[in-house]
């Protein structure tokens, strides 16, 4: 009666392991990364890692079977004999006695592991023999989708810096979960060590006096890891930024420049070109949300996470792939796959560079003043004119009409811009003509209005 309850006891304690489902989202990712690490840690303690992997995994050395065998013939007399060949069952039967509490883990392991497995994906644990078995077929299945999220990410961690004019406990915040998504999608992609260097070294670029020494000591506590064999750790670097962020809201300012994009004294930079050009750029979301720092898009495809939601996303995995709003003025590739993107833009730069040799082969479409020195002064004036001259059809005479005594100097035209244009803005409604004297000096400017 004890042994029975044993057993029942038994029974119902590997019945009640169950491990965290493993789930696909509709952009492909999925959640192995979790699965994996809290399943190694519930099996472990359950007593049945020892049946899947690690350093504890000695299956039994179990034989093949090979039955016995007979065979009819005759003898030399003519006699019908039968001829046995013995197999090996008694070894086989022996092995297995002697293995059966670790085939019975085995079986319960196995078990376990294939409860956590989405119905559309039991194909992929169908055929496996055992724990092992079953496990490493999941890694072979889900991994690799994980790898080209990772990708993305990490690229998401590269180019987000610290600028000027933006906020360090923002963008620690921001690194921080990048780095947790990267870790979940692939975790030795970017190791500690490495995050911590970037936190320290590459991406704490801004020039604000209150985080000044904290940069410079943080790089100086990194070369000397690196000099004794000790790399920073992420965890010290992000507990010095964390006491740096404490010392600031602390100083007695209301809000320290270094905490507020928007401070005295970064406003009275802002009448600068770049800052103009800058706040003159589109967002393509509300308001509502560029106000608010903390939403943040967790689609692992997006390039620019903050200021919105994967809904709103209009990036590859977004809510709103590919309707850019109106006023988006960056790349329209981003709602392609990282493939798709890189194959088109390697095929642009192909394109371009083909173009630009063939403009180079064809020399006589610009004008060049490398030709045209005091030696070869009595040359046709057409031939000197720089810019559209060679496409438009004025002869010798009409050039010098326009640009005077070749002798004086020589002429050039250029597209002349407001301060206030930025490159988007430019409309070609005409032409500045200039002419410059053989000493360099710029001495009057003609107009033409199309």
Same mark, same amino acid.
């Not at 690799?144 to 990410?153: E, K, Q, S, W």
């Given at each position: 009666m004890a042994n029975i309850q044993n057993a029942a006891d038994k029974e119902k304690e590997w019945k009640g392991i169950k491990l965290t489902p493993i789930k696909e989202e509709e952009d492909g990712t999925n959640n192995y990364n979790e699965f994996k690490q809290k399943s190694v840690l519930e099996l472990d303690a359950a007593g049945y890692w020892q049946f899947v992997d690690g350093p504890d995994y000695n299956p039994p050395s179990i034989p093949a079977l090979k039955p016995s065998q007979q065979f009819q013939g005759l003898d030399n007399t003519g006699t019908a004999i039968t001829i046995t060949?013995?197999?090996?069952?008694?070894?086989?039967?022996?092995?297995?006695?002697?293995?059966?509490?670790?085939?019975?883990?085995?079986?319960?392991?196995?078990?376990?592991?294939?409860?956590?497995?989405?119905?559309?994906?039991?194909?992929?644990?169908?055929?496996c023999k055992s724990a092992h078995d079953a496990w490493l077929a999941l890694k072979?299945? *889900?991994?690799?989708?994980?790898?080209?999220?990772?990708?993305?990410?990490k690229q998401q961690i590269i180019g987000h810096q610290c600028g000027a004019h933006d906020d360090p406990v923002r963008w620690r915040q921001v690194m921080v979960q990048l780095y947790q998504k990267l870790r979940d999608a692939d975790p030795v992609m970017m190791p500690d060590s490495e995050f911590a260097k970037h936190l320290a070294v590459v991406t704490l670029m801004t020039p604000a006096d209150e985080w000044r020494f904290c940069c410079d000591s943080l790089?100086?506590?990194?070369?000397?890891?690196?000099?004794?064999?000790r790399p920073l750790s992420s965890t010290t670097v992000l507990q010095r930024l964390k006491h740096e962020e404490g010392k600031g809201r602390t100083s007695g300012a209301t809000v320290p420049s270094a905490?507020?994009?928007?401070?005295?004294?970064?406003?009275?930079?802002?009448?600068?070109?770049?800052?103009?050009?800058?706040?003159?750029?589109?967002?393509? *979301?509300?308001?509502q949300q560029r106000t608010n720092p903390r939403i943040f898009c967790d689609n692992p495809f997006c390039e620019t996470p903050i200021g919105h939601i994967k809904t709103d996303c209009f990036a590859?995995?977004?809510?709103?792939?590919?309707?850019?709003?109106?006023?988006?003025?960056?790349?329209?590739?981003?709602?392609?796959?990282?493939?798709?993107?890189?194959?088109?833009?390697?095929?642009?730069?192909?394109?371009k560079q083909k173009h630009?040799?063939?403009?180079a082969a064809s020399g006589n479409q610009f004008a060049g003043m490398a030709d045209h020195t005091e030696?070869?002064?009595?040359?046709?004036?057409?031939?000197?004119?720089?810019?559209?001259?060679?496409h438009t059809e004025d002869d010798d005479n009409d050039v010098?009409?326009?640009?005077?005594?070749?002798?004086?100097?020589?002429?050039?035209?250029?597209?002349?811009?407001?301060?206030?244009?930025?490159?988007?803005?430019?409309?070609?409604?005409?032409?500045?003509?200039?002419?410059?004297?053989?000493?360099g000096t710029l001495r009057s400017g003609v107009e033409d209005k199309r």
């Open positions: 060949v013995p197999g090996n069952e008694g070894v086989v039967a022996a092995a297995r006695k002697q293995a059966e509490a670790w085939l019975l883990g085995d079986k319960k392991a196995h078990a376990i592991i294939v409860r956590a497995v989405p119905v559309e994906k039991l194909y992929v644990v169908k055929d072979n299945e *889900y991994e690799p989708a994980n790898a080209l999220t990772a990708v993305t990410i790089c100086d506590k990194v070369r000397q890891g690196d000099l004794m064999g905490y507020n994009a928007g401070s005295a004294n970064q406003t009275g930079r802002r009448n600068d070109q770049t800052q103009q050009q800058q706040n003159r750029r589109a967002t393509p *979301y509300n308001g590859y995995g977004g809510g709103k792939v590919g309707k850019y709003p109106e006023n988006y003025h960056g790349r329209r590739d981003i709602h392609l796959s990282l493939e798709a993107r890189m194959q088109g833009r390697i095929l642009a730069s192909r394109r630009d040799l063939e403009d030696n070869d002064i009595e040359d046709s004036p057409g031939d000197r004119f720089a810019g559209m001259a060679d010098q009409n326009i640009i005077g005594s070749v002798e004086d100097g020589f002429a050039f035209m250029m597209t002349v811009l407001e301060d206030d244009e930025s490159d988007d803005d430019i409309e070609c409604d005409g032409y500045g003509f200039f002419w410059a004297s053989v000493d």
